[in-house]
Nanobody
Framework: QVQLVESGGGLVQPGGSLRLSCVGS????????MSWYRQAPGKERELVAS?????????TYADSAKGRFAISRDNAKNAVYLQMISLKPEDTAVYYC????????WGRGTQVTVSS
């Protein structure tokens, strides 16, 4: 069955870095556009970053992520990554991996907490 499994979340101090990973299975990973979303308590889920599929590799970022976050993918490993630097308390959220092409798949999320 289809699975998206996120990892790499945790507690980090302001200004710190984290690298999130998401591994997919059960679908043709390379054909899917992959995205990271996040949802903070009491807020709607929002798009953080996306990378196109089918060998495109085009990336897009939310304004809040530009210059601090970088999305990448390794189709050989069925993996997508989100490198985050200069983290701020407002980056605290559950981060979700999303795959979208002929279907739309979600992971269960990984918690990122930025706090001193």
């Amino acid at each position: 069955q289809v699975q998206l499994v996120e990892s790499g979340g945790g507690l980090v101090q302001p200004g710190g870095s984290l690298r999130l990973s998401c591994v997919g299975s059960g679908f043709t990973f390379s054909k899917y556009a992959m995205s990271w979303y996040r949802q903070a308590p009491g807020k709607e889920r929002e798009l953080v970053a996306s990378i196109s599929g089918a060998g495109g590799g085009t990336t897009t970022y939310a304004d809040s992520a530009k210059g601090r976050f970088a999305i990448s993918r390794d189709n050989a490993k069925n993996a997508v990554y989100l490198q985050m630097i200069s983290l701020k308390p407002e980056d605290t959220a559950v981060y979700y991996c999303n795959a979208r092409w002929s279907a739309n798949y979600w992971g269960r999320g990984t918690q990122v907490t930025v706090s001193s």
